[in-house]
Each structure stands twice: as structure tokens, then as C-alpha cells.
């Protein structure tokens, strides 16, 4: 069973930025697709950004132009640079690898 490890989350005023890291215990060379999701206090965990084999990369509306998501297969990482943080962006967020493996969550937190 892989394993995802995040790091990087914390918290951060509204303006700010952070940088999520995800190492996988295996090669991610093959996967199809790793990303991030979210979870907010009483709502339902959603996509914040994928990245796929192809090199594509797909995001929510509510973080384009602000969040960018990059891979590195030689390091088995997936990394979310997440810039100009809103108070509605505070979630735990979750490590994503293709076909359904997952991390145990990492909490931003976006206040002043």
C-alpha cells in the first residue's frame, strides 16, 4: 500500500502563501494523475488541483491564478504553491494519488 506524506501546511494571513509538499513511499512515474483535495469544517472534501502523466494540469475556479500545482517523478513529490491565500481556502488538505490512494491531511488555516 503506498503511502502519502504531506508537510508544509500551517497557518497564514490573507494575502499569503505556503507550499504543500507530497512524497510518495513509491514511484509516481506511472501514475496517472496526483493532486490535492480539500476539506472545510461541514462540507464536502473537493478538488483543489491535479496533475496528470501527460503533464496537464486542471484546478477549481476558486483557486486558478492562484495555486500551482508542479510534480517531481525523479522525487516521488507533488507540490501545491498557494499564493494569495483567502480565509475561505482554510481546509485540511489531502495528498491524491491515482486510482485512489490518499494522504492523511495536512491543515491550512487562513486568518488574520
Known amino acids: 500500500q503506498v503511502q502519502l506524506v504531506e508537510s508544509g501546511g500551517g497557518w497564514v494571513q490573507p494575502g499569503g502563501s505556503l507550499r504543500l509538499s507530497c512524497t510518495a513511499s513509491?514511484?509516481?512515474?506511472?501514475?496517472?494523475?496526483m493532486g490535492w483535495y480539500r476539506q472545510a469544517p461541514g462540507k464536502q472534501r473537493e478538488v483543489v488541483a491535479l496533475?496528470?502523466?501527460?503533464?496537464?494540469?486542471t484546478y477549481a475556479d476558486a483557486v486558478k491564478g492562484r495555486f500551482t500545482i508542479s510534480r517531481d517523478n525523479f522525487k516521488n513529490a507533488v507540490y501545491l504553491e498557494m499564493n494569495s491565500l483567502k480565509p475561505e481556502d482554510t481546509a485540511v488538505y489531502y495528498c491524491?494519488?491515482?486510482?485512489?490512494?490518499w494522504g492523511q491531511g495536512t491543515q491550512v488555516t487562513v486568518s488574520s
Open positions: 496533475i496528470h502523466k501527460i503533464g496537464s494540469s
Open positions: 513509491e514511484s509516481i512515474f506511472r501514475s496517472t494523475s
Open positions: 491524491y494519488k491515482s486510482p485512489d490512494h
